[in-house]
């Protein structure tokens, strides 16, 4: 079963969920701001993927962020995360007990199988 974490208003979660139901794979979704108990998954996140990869400093959320908070990113990247879900680079998604982050080709792949 794949999970597919990210916002409901989000493109490239959009893309992944056309793309993974037009493959007639079996999934759930899960809103990263309203649904998700980001006090239980995000510090696995980080264990797994890590602070660079999930953490979206391209984001209008991380422009708009003191230079404390940046600061705080780097040394407690878990609650930056928390208490600002949009910095979560989307979506997260969990296949087969792997986690994947962003929506990139290797990714694509790796959740579809290759000949997607």
């Not at 999930?54 to 600061?71: E, F, M, P, Y």
Request: glycine letters at 6%; charged letters at 20%; aromatic letters at 4%.
């Amino acid at each position: 079963m794949i999970t597919l974490y990210g916002l409901k208003n989000c493109d490239t979660c959009k893309l992944a969920l056309r793309e993974i139901t037009a493959a007639g794979l079996e999934h759930n979704f899960v809103d990263i701001r309203s649904d998700a108990d980001l006090m239980a998954l995000i510090p696995v996140w980080l264990k797994l993927a890590g602070a660079k990869a999930l953490l979206n400093t391209r984001s209008t959320t991380w422009r708009g962020l003191s230079i404390q908070d940046r600061q705080l990113a780097e040394s407690e990247p878990a609650a930056v995360l928390i208490a600002n879900p949009t910095l979560v680079k989307r979506p997260v998604i969990t296949v087969g007990g792997k986690l994947h982050v962003g929506w990139a080709p290797a990714v694509r792949e790796a959740v579809l199988g290759p000949a997607a």
